[in-house]
């Protein structure tokens, strides 16, 4: 059972480049999200997805874009990296929504940006 | 804006010393709270939803409580393995974004 998986693990970048964070879900969950970790604060929902074609932006969009073209994948792309964007992070997926089925969490991906 | 605040935010014990962790939470209206564990290193991990003032919840050692302002986590006799940050979570009516509002987490040591 492969949950939701993230890649990478671990990504350095320089201020101004771009890079897509992975994203891929094996449950056909219909719902997927991406939060942020920061030290000292609790997790921070960037964008979200109901479905296949359906995204909307979370508490935090800004500097960040997804899609959603299969159920299965979610990326996040940051068009132009700075070093507020340095954070832990975190993909979820639930069967059709937060409130009545759990969130299935990635292990994360840790972002640098120098 | 819905808010989250938990307490402590680190609680050393005893294997085997009971105590609560707090989450007390500000909504416009509850829909949700939510419990999850996350080991270092790792993703949160689904323990328990609470709809209503009143409901309680339990899995093995842990038990989770809520009223109309908070929800506490109790842990009995707790083993070395319990040693973990606590996540607590609300999804409130007023529209807006469907996902959580997450507190900054209590982090439990177990010492054996």
């Known amino acids: 059972n492969a949950g939701v998986t993230q890649t990478p693990k671990f990504q350095v970048l320089k201020t101004g480049q771009s890079m897509t964070l992975q994203c891929a879900q094996d449950?056909?969950?219909?719902?997927m999200s991406w939060y942020r970790q920061d030290p000292g604060m609790g997790l921070r929902l960037i964008h979200y997805?109901?479905?296949?074609?359906?995204?909307d932006q979370g508490e935090v969009p800004n500097g960040y874009n997804v899609s959603r073209s299969t159920t299965e994948d979610f990326p996040l792309r940051l068009l132009s990296a700075a070093p507020s964007q340095t954070s832990v992070y975190f993909c979820a997926s639930s069967s059709t929504g937060v409130l009545h089925s759990p969130l299935h969490f990635g292990n994360g991906t840790r972002l640098t940006v120098t | 804006e819905d808010q989250v605040t938990q307490s402590p935010e680190a609680l050393r014990l005893q294997e085997g010393e009971s105590s609560s962790l707090n989450c007390s939470y500000t909504?416009?209206?509850?829909?949700?709270l939510f419990w999850y564990r996350q080991d270092p290193g790792k993703g949160p991990e689904f323990l328990f939803t609470?709809?209503?003032a009143g409901e309680e919840k339990e899995k093995e050692r842990l038990k989770a409580t809520l009223t109309k302002k908070e929800s506490f986590l109790h842990i009995t006799a707790p083993k070395p393995e319990d040693s973990a940050t606590y996540l607590c979570?609300?999804?409130?009516?007023?529209?807006?974004?469907?996902?959580?509002?997450f507190g900054k987490g209590t982090h439990l040591i177990i010492q054996p």
């Open positions: 449950m056909n969950h219909e719902y």
């Open positions: 979570a609300v999804q409130g009516t007023g529209g807006g974004a469907d996902g959580l509002t």
């Open positions: 997805s109901v479905g296949a074609g359906i995204t």
């Open positions: 909504v416009s209206g509850l829909r949700g």
């Open positions: 609470l709809y209503s």
